[in-house]
Nanobody, 116 residues
Framework: QVQLVESGGGLVQAGGSLRLSCVASATGFRLVNMGWYRQAPGKQREWVATITWDGSSTNYADSVKGRITISRDNPKNTMYLQMNSLKPEDTAVYYC?????????WGQGTQVTVSS
């Protein structure tokens, strides 16, 4: 079973940038569409962005469009989320998963905190 491990989170001031990474433990990752999701304190987990298996197409939630870029490097079994112009409302635990998400693949996530 593929395991997904997120990293790259941290504390950043509003307007700053972070790049999150998601590393898959197996090459099967290369053949599936993937996504980033986030869960803010007291809120339900929400979808952030999706990328097709070959990276040819991406989609973003309206709340992050224009500020966040999803990408992947299949030979490295890694997916990225470049986040720019961060806002306090981006504060959340960020997770990677398949798209659509499957319960089996939720990991620990990585905390992103944006201070005002």
């Amino acid at each position: 079973q593929v395991q997904l491990v997120e990293s790259g989170g941290g504390l950043v001031q509003a307007g700053g940038s972070l790049r999150l990474s998601c590393v898959a433990s197996a090459t099967g990752f290369r053949l599936v569409n993937m996504g980033w999701y986030r869960q803010a304190p007291g809120k339900q987990r929400e979808w952030v962005a999706t990328i097709t298996w070959d990276g040819s197409s991406t989609n973003y939630a309206d709340s992050v469009k224009g500020r966040i870029t999803i990408s992947r490097d299949n030979p490295k079994n890694t997916m990225y989320l470049q986040m720019n112009s961060l806002k306090p409302e981006d504060t959340a635990v960020y997770y990677c998963n398949r798209a659509p998400a499957q319960d089996t693949y939720w990991g620990q996530g990585t905390q992103v905190t944006v201070s005002s």
